[in-house]
């Protein structure tokens, strides 16, 4: 069984910028890959970052202002959010996964909300 914990959540201006953390327990997952998802109000929810050994990947809609991170020492993956918009309002997700055992867990979830 795998734990993750999302934090660092908040409300900030546009413009601003948060640092979210998901902290993972119950076994090392240096080897799976991590990432970030977000629902908004209303809507599904959607991909925005994924980190893996080899690679990190973005949605366009984050690319340029979102950094994905991970420091396996700690086990926790990182999202620095910077040159934050309105429209990047919602809850964020953290998610770890690993095909090769098509095992995936997911956080509980850290809102943000990014005030015009």
């Known amino acids: 069984q795998v734990q993750l914990v999302e934090s660092g959540g908040g409300l900030v201006q546009a413009g601003g910028s948060l640092r979210l953390s998901c902290a993972a327990s119950?076994?090392?997952?240096?080897?799976?890959?991590m990432g970030w998802f977000r629902q908004a109000p209303g809507k599904e929810r959607e991909f925005v970052a994924v980190?893996?050994?080899?690679?990190?990947n973005y949605a366009d809609s984050v690319k340029g202002r979102f950094t994905i991170s991970r420091d396996n020492g700690k086990n926790t993956v990182y999202l620095q959010m910077n040159s934050l918009k309105p429209e990047d309002t919602a809850v964020y997700y953290c998610?770890?996964?690993?095909?090769?055992?098509?095992?995936?867990?997911w956080g509980q979830g850290t809102q943000v909300t990014v005030s015009p």
């Open positions: 998610k770890a996964s690993r095909d090769s055992i098509r095992r995936t867990y």
């Open positions: 119950g076994r090392t997952l240096s080897t799976w890959a």
């Open positions: 980190i893996s050994s080899s690679s990190a």
